[in-house]
């Protein structure tokens, strides 16, 4: 069911430009992160996985933990507005 939704071709005026411009050219800090999360808590848990899968799951959870405190920390620095439209 979940499949069908997702691969769904869409009839409506919305569907279009801007959804296959988002597929075509993705973010390229939004792919490199993901990669690099991905790499860091496969590792973690790889590593920690020697002395005991119930081990290993922690110590994965305290890297995404330190993570999304990492994340939460920074917010203050994103922009409080909206750029202004460049057209």
């Known amino acids: 069911m979940l499949f069908r939704v ?7 005026r919305g569907v279009g430009g801007a959804g296959r411009q988002r ?3 993705p973010q390229p800090v939004q792919q490199l992160a993901t990669s690099v999360g991905a790499a ?17 799951v ?3 959870l305290v ?9 939460f920390a920074c917010l203050p620095l994103l922009p409080r507005r909206a750029a202004a439209d460049a057209h």
Do not use: K
């Open 40 to 56: 860091l808590i496969s590792t973690t848990y790889l590593t920690g996985s020697a002395t005991g899968s119930g081990h290993a």
């Open 58 to 60: 922690i110590r994965s």
């Open 23 to 25: 597929l075509r050219h």
């Open 63 to 71: 890297v995404v933990l330190a993570v999304v405190a990492v994340c």
């Open 6 to 12: 997702a691969v769904r071709r869409g009839t409506g």
